[in-house]
């Protein structure tokens, strides 16, 4: 059975790496497109396409750190997520990746909305403000977790050793 749930996992693994990938690969041509100096494209119209192909290389570079915490943390380790080190471990891993994506489209929207529509601004700030209140509520998650590494110490120990045979 964990054979299985390991081969999921990895599916799941190339999956993510597949939709990265074509991504890159669209975000590449309209980058492209963008910077063509025989396209007939005013310089807000450039700057469109620009941003557009950094939303969608953000978006990629999330799915391939997500690709690679999935693998990481349940197929070369086979963790169990019983244990709170691993738990805190796995979403630290993934509410960098989504803070850090949200961060950078909140940049991105709000240079695109202020060239285009200034008084859409405030829907730009709000995913702002969702980056900020996933960060906040991820530091207090990892303050009030600490106590219950405290009580498992040995559960920290196995961590860091299986942290050094992956390096």
Request: include cysteine.
């Amino acid at each position: 059975m964990r054979k299985l749930f390991a081969i999921g996992h990895a599916i799941i693994c190339l999956l993510f790496v597949i939709g990265a990938l074509v991504l890159i690969g669209l975000s590449s041509l309209q980058l492209w497109s963008a910077v063509q100096p025989f396209e007939a494209m005013t310089l807000t119209e450039r700057l469109h396409e620009v941003l557009e192909a950094i939303a969608q290389l953000t978006v990629a570079l999330a799915s391939l750190e997500l690709g690679q915490t999935i693998l990481e943390e349940e197929v070369q380790r086979e963790a169990h997520m019983s244990a709170p080190t691993r738990v805190r471990r796995f979403l630290s891993r993934f509410m960098i990746v989504l803070v850090v994506a949200l961060t950078i489209e909140t940049l991105v929207i709000v240079f695109r909305l202020s060239h285009e529509s200034p008084e859409n601004l405030p829907y730009a700030a709000t995913v702002g403000l969702t980056a900020a209140a996933l960060l906040a509520a991820w530091g207090l998650f990892i303050h009030l977790n600490r106590s219950a590494e405290e009580l498992e110490p040995e559960a920290m120990k196995t961590a860091k050793e299986e942290d050094k045979k992956l390096d």
